[in-house]
């Protein structure tokens, strides 16, 4: 049964296509694009459309806000959500 490995990211705006192909490089595909509006501060886990395997998704999401040196890097209110396959532990 294949297995998965998803990432949940923010990317800076003008940014979309080259990071989609960054990623992309590194076998990473796009699974869904959503709001961080979308996620109800009540309800955390269930504002987003992605796939349960995805795990705690408010941790990913809290992840997002990093910093470069002293300034918050600058981001879209928008969750890119990747997935790609896991290496067989045979």
């Known amino acids: 049964m294949q297995r998965w490995e998803y990432r949940v990211?923010?990317?800076?705006?003008?940014?979309?296509?080259?990071?989609?192909?960054?990623?992309?490089?590194?076998?990473?595909?796009?699974?869904?694009?959503?709001?961080?509006?979308?996620?109800p501060a009540s309800e955390p886990s269930r504002g987003l459309p992605v796939p349960g395997t995805i795990g705690r998704i408010t941790d990913a999401a809290a992840k997002l806000k990093t910093f470069e040196g002293d300034k918050p890097a600058e981001t879209t209110s928008l969750l890119w959500v990747l997935r790609r396959p896991l290496e067989d532990e045979d």
């Open 9 to 39: 990211v923010s990317f800076r705006p003008g940014r979309y296509t080259e990071s989609l192909n960054e990623y992309g490089r590194d076998g990473w595909e796009l699974v869904g694009v959503t709001s961080e509006d979308a996620v």
